[in-house]
């Protein structure tokens, strides 16, 4: 049985604790799951976690982690926000938005159900991949087999021979060319089979998974790195497999068995909501942008080798106007505006000829800060804060969110 337990970014879990699951029942956070969390954490250098005396507090990476039969789902949260907004939802929404998750290949019905978190989005995607590919028939390639024959056929493989056929000297044992279907992308997606098998026990998911193992051909076992996904190149004849290999390659790279030499097996899906606010406000910007052009992470060099990087860039089509727009993932307060930031949106401004910049913050409503809106002394670059509502009325993701965007912008 899995147990899904739903924390927020920056929240803390404390040893031996109990807590309560989205089905009601109590979990005491066990010192196995303490210990694995910590583990990969190290394995991260740090970044996903911070440990606390006898606890582990999150940061600001969402998303989800499995360690055995346990399911943490980590949230985004806006503070003074209704109880009544379901932030796995508007995560999932992010995601889709930003082409992180294609929600529409497994269906919008399915997502709707209550038990259904983000890695069983993923492992369901996956497997319909699969079955779409089985149903399709697997593509066969020519690909390089050394073993023992009965006949000699291409490279003898001389001191492999001499090592197994002392004997047996009817064998050659030989490198030779196979057409057929055990080729790396078979080998990628029977591993992520694997996983998705090892991680499904006890679910509807398991014997689904089964079944496309068994309609799978035999391969040979692969370790997978990112340096293997890196050397992949498709063809007209696998470019059906892009997505599949895509998704397996998720699954794959973010799976932990054995963590550190102990014998607990963990996979996690997390994202830095940093680069996911970002990357939505983007998107959400193109898609309203009539009146302007936009570019993200645009870099022009300053020294040496050192980048200057603004978040969006945006130029008006009619008076070729430039402004900047730097994205915050954090709770507003004056407290948190920092020189840093004012100096960043200064130093952008200057360089890309913009008439200003904004700090863009998540909040309960959207306001421009008339009080916080000047501009520097010396130069007349405009720096203002903005105060952007991501939810609508009904606590679902707004969308309408370019627009208010747009609304927020000083053009004058």
């Known amino acids: 049985m899995q147990y899904v337990l ?9 040893l031996n604790q109990s807590y309560t699951t989205v089905t009601g029942d109590n979990l005491r956070f066990a010192e196995l799951y303490f210990n694995v969390l910590l583990k990969y954490n190290e ?15 999150f940061k600001s990476y969402v998303g989800i982690l499995q360690v055995d039969d346990l399911v943490i789902e980590i949230l985004p949260k806006i503070q003074r926000t209704p109880t009544t907004v379901n932030w796995r939802d508007v995560l999932i929404e992010m995601l889709r938005e930003t082409d992180r998750l294609k929600i529409t290949e497994v269906g919008e019905a399915f997502v709707d159900k209550q038990q259904i978190h983000l890695l069983d989005i993923y492992f369901d995607w996956f497997l319909t991949e699969v079955e779409e590919l089985l149903h399709g028939g697997l593509v066969k390639q020519y690909y390089q087999e050394t073993k023992d024959t009965l006949a000699l056929k291409g490279k003898l493989e001389f001191v492999g021979h001499l090592q197994r056929n002392l004997i047996h000297q009817e064998r050659f044992y030989n490198t030779h060319q196979v057409y057929g279907t055990d080729h790396r992308f078979h080998q990628i997606l029977h ?27 035999e391969v040979r076992e692969i370790r997978a790195d990112e340096q293997l996904f890196e050397r992949l190149s498709y063809s007209r004849k696998t470019e059906s497999y892009r997505t599949a290999i895509e998704l397996a390659r998720l699954i794959i790279l973010n799976y932990a068995p054995n963590v550190k030499a102990g014998q607990e097996n963990m996979l996690a899906l997390l994202f830095n909501m940093n680069e996911l606010w970002e990357q939505y406000v983007l998107t959400q910007l193109l898609n309203y942008s009539k009146d302007w052009t936009i570019w993200g992470q645009e870099s022009k060099r300053f020294w040496r080798d050192k980048t200057l990087r603004p978040d969006i860039l945006l130029r008006h089509r009619t008076s070729g106007k430039q402004f900047v727009i730097d994205t915050k993932w954090k709770n507003y307060s004056y407290d948190t505006i920092s020189s840093q930031d004012l100096r960043q949106i200064y130093v952008y401004a200057d360089y890309w000829d913009a008439v200003g910049g904004m700090l863009l913050y998540p909040h309960t409503e959207t306001l421009k800060k008339d009080e916080l809106c000047a501009t520097y002394h010396g130069k007349a670059y405009v720096a203002q804060i903005g105060l952007l509502s991501i939810l609508d009325e009904g606590g679902s993701l707004n969308k309408n969110l370019g627009k208010d965007i747009l609304g927020l912008i000083d053009f004058t």
Not at 6 to 14: K, N, P
Not at 49 to 54: I, T
Not at 195 to 214: D, E, F, I, N, P
């Open 43 to 57: 394995l991260h250098q740090g970044k996903y976690f911070a440990p606390v005396y006898q606890g582990i507090r």
């Open 191 to 217: 591993l992520g089979l694997e996983v998705v098998a090892r991680l499904s026990r006890g679910t509807y998911r398991y014997g689904r998974c089964k079944t496309a193992q068994l309609n799978f051909p």
């Open 6 to 14: 739903q924390v927020y970014e920056h929240d803390t879990l404390y």
